[in-house]
């Protein structure tokens, strides 16, 4: 066992769109190539022991761009959970439902729902946003992404630094690891050194 090992990992699958374009395809086919790469790291996490994963699917802010993209990261979030279902895991999909973006389809997965006997936790940001999650609170006075625990690292995939509104409230104290390669050209490498990444760092939790 590494000296740090993290027990929630956040995700946050950037650059299909870049890697589309770079194979010559429309930008919206490349969410559907993140499919693959996102069932693989999660049976490598489980396997590792990991407890718990969070991937950041779309923002409200995503719906801003032209039709033909949003329709087709709707899709893939919904053909998602549709491979997550065979899996031994416990979704919980976290998101804006009163929007016109939240597909129906995932309603149902807005409580937590054991597939196969249940195991890792896997959170699904869906039309999510931050001003969204700090502003509607339950009528328990809780926030909707209260149910989702803090996350010790995130590993966001795509070269871009920065977090994109992932979860403000559980991403305090999270170690941030960057992958320069987009997400569809996913390796099981990039997950293991992201482990190895977080294994070095000095994890105080401001003590």
Sequence with gaps: ????????????????????????????????????????????????GVEELTYYGFTVDNCKRPAEQFQSFQ????????????EGAELLVIGNRESKCFPEALAPYTVRTAFHGGGIKVNFLVNYGWKWDLSHIR????????????????????????????????SIYSDFCVIDRYWPDYEDADF???????????VTLGG
Excluded at 77 to 84: F, K
């Design 192 to 202: 293991f050194s992201a482990l190895d990444w977080y294994a070095k760092q000095d």
């Design 75 to 86: 899709r893939a979030c919904v053909e998602a959970v549709d491979l997550l279902s065979r």
């Design 139 to 170: 009528t328990d006075g809780k926030p909707y992404s209260d149910q989702i625990s803090r996350m010790d690292l995130i590993i966001r995939w795509g070269g871009m630094r920065r977090l994109s509104g992932f979860l403000p409230i559980q």
């Design 1 to 48: 066992m590494t000296k740090h090992f993290p027990r929630h990992i956040g995700i946050i699958p950037d650059g299909n769109r870049r890697w589309a374009r770079e194979h010559g395809l429309a930008k919206q086919d490349g969410y559907g190539y993140g499919l693959e790469p996102g069932l693989r790291l999660l049976r490598t996490a489980r396997e590792q």
